[in-house]
C-alpha cells in the first residue's frame, strides 16, 4: 500500500483462503462486500454498522468487546523499539522479534 490509501484495501490478500468464525473491525470496514464475503464462508461480522446506513444491523456488542484487548496488546508490543521502528531487514527477523516479545509479555 502506497500514500494514504485506505485499510480496506488491504483486507481481501489478509483474508484470501482463511477460515475463521469471526471478524472484529471497527466501523471503517463496514462495507457491503466484505460482510457479503463474510457472510458466504460462514463467518460472523463483529462489525459495527456506520451511522450513514440506512438499515442499521445488529452486531454482537459483548463480544466486539473484545477488540479492545487486541489493541491493548498491539499497544504494547510497541513498547519494544525495534518493534515500533520496524528496524529488521527482513519479514523472518521482524515476526521473530513479535513472537519474543509476545513471549515476554505474556510471561510477565
Not at 26 to 52: H, M, N, Q, Y
Not at 57 to 64: A, G, L, N, P
Not at 78 to 106: G, Q, V
Amino acid at each position: 500500500m502506497k500514500g494514504q490509501q485506505h485499510d480496506m484495501a488491504g483486507v481481501k490478500p489478509l483474508i484470501k483462503d482463511k477460515e475463521f468464525g469471526a471478524l472484529l473491525a471497527d466501523r471503517a470496514f463496514d462495507t457491503d462486500w466484505l460482510l457479503l464475503d463474510l457472510e458466504e464462508r460462514g463467518s460472523k461480522a463483529v462489525i459495527p454498522p456506520k451511522r450513514s446506513r440506512l438499515k442499521q444491523r445488529d452486531f454482537d456488542k459483548e463480544m466486539y468487546k473484545w477488540r479492545h484487548l487486541i489493541e491493548n496488546f498491539f499497544c504494547k508490543l510497541k513498547d519494544f523499539k525495534k518493534i515500533a521502528m520496524r528496524a529488521e531487514k527482513t519479514d523472518e527477523s521482524f515476526a521473530a522479534n513479535i513472537y519474543l516479545a509476545a513471549t515476554i509479555i505474556h510471561l510477565r
